[in-house]
Nanobody, 119 residues
Framework: QVQLAESGGGLVQAGGSLRLSCTASGKIFRLNTMAWYRQAPGKQRELVAGITSGGSTNYADSVKGRFTISRDNAKNTVYLQMNSLKPEDTAVYYC?????????????WGQGTQVTVTS
C-alpha cells in the first residue's frame, strides 16, 4: 500500500517560516502530480500548490509569492516552503500524490499535519 508521510508542521509566529515535507513509500511505479492542500475549520479543503513530474507548478492566489513547492524525484518527496506566514494560513495541510501506485493509476492522500500561525 502506497502511503504519504507528512512532516514539518508546527506553531510559528506571523511572519515566520515553515518547511513541510511529504514522502511517498510503497509500491511506486511513477509519481505524476504531487500537491499540498489545506483545510481550516469551517472551510472547504483547498489546493495550495501543485507540482508535476516535470516541475511545472501552480499556486493558490492566497499563497503566491510566499510559498514554494518543490520535489525530489529520487526521494519520492515533495516540499512546501512557507514564508511570511499569516494567521490565515492556519490549517491542516495534506499531501496528495497521483500516478501509478500499487500497479494502477490512482491517487493517495497523507494524514495531514497541523500548521498554526499566531499573531
Amino acid at each position: 500500500q502506497v502511503q504519504l508521510a507528512e512532516s514539518g508542521g508546527g506553531l510559528v509566529q506571523a511572519g515566520g517560516s515553515l518547511r513541510l515535507s511529504c514522502t511517498a513509500s510503497g509500491k511506486i511505479f511513477r509519481l505524476n502530480t504531487m500537491a499540498w492542500y489545506r483545510q481550516a475549520p469551517g472551510k472547504q479543503r483547498e489546493l495550495v500548490a501543485g507540482i508535476t513530474s516535470g516541475g511545472s507548478t501552480n499556486y493558490a492566489d492566497s499563497v503566491k509569492g510566499r510559498f514554494t513547492i518543490s520535489r525530489d524525484n529520487a526521494k519520492n518527496t515533495v516540499y512546501l516552503q512557507m514564508n511570511s506566514l499569516k494567521p490565515e494560513d492556519t490549517a491542516v495541510y495534506y499531501c496528495r500524490a497521483d500516478g501509478v501506485l500499487d500497479g494502477v493509476l490512482g491517487a493517495v492522500w497523507g494524514q495531514g499535519t497541523q500548521v498554526t500561525v499566531t499573531s
